[in-house]
């Protein structure tokens, strides 16, 4: 029987680094639960609903190849596809063949769901500048979407 390897020491976090991933911890969950609470109770969406809405809104003939939709979102395409069957039962998008190449199919938002994010629209982003960016000089402002930016890029090389 052969004897595990040694593992080597972990790079155990400076007094700095635990200040700010203790900082992330917990200020990630109470923003987002804010956030989240009021979009649900001033719309009756949840994120993931207001995010593909959101997406779908922005695109040109407010539709998106389900590819396209997912890379956009950094989900994978089968979270995606379960989120799009529950907001179709809903009558907020529509699942449709791509008529150019009947290759892929494409989200398609609905009248309904395009009256759901505009009536959306106004609250969240209330509720977005009341648990966050109010809360910020425009310096902290600046920080948070470089590190965001950053974070996210280096992230999104790996993959949903």
């Keep these: 029987m052969t004897e595990p390897a040694p593992t ?14 203790r900082a992330w911890r917990r ?5 987002n639960a804010r956030i989240a609470r009021d979009l649900g109770q001033d719309s009756a969406l949840s994120e993931a609903d207001y995010d593909v809405l959101s997406v779908l809104s922005e695109s040109p003939g407010h539709r998106r190849r389900v590819s396209d939709l997912a890379e956009r979102m950094l989900w994978s395409r089968s979270r995606l596809s379960h989120q799009i069957t529950r907001m179709e039962l809903r009558g907020l998008v529509r699942r449709e063949e791509v008529a150019c190449d009947g290759r892929g199919a494409e989200v398609r938002l ?4 395009l009256e759901t994010i ?21 310096a902290q402002m600046e920080a948070l979407t470089q590190l965001g930016d950053a974070i996210t890029e280096r992230l999104a090389e790996e993959g949903p």
């Design 110 to 113: 609905t009248e309904t769901g």
């Design 8 to 21: 080597a020491e972990p790079a155990w976090l400076t007094e700095s680094e635990q200040r700010a991933w």
């Design 27 to 31: 200020m990630f969950p109470l923003v």
């Design 118 to 138: 505009t009536e959306a629209a106004p609250p969240h982003v209330a509720s977005v500048r009341r648990h966050l960016i109010d809360l910020l000089t425009p």
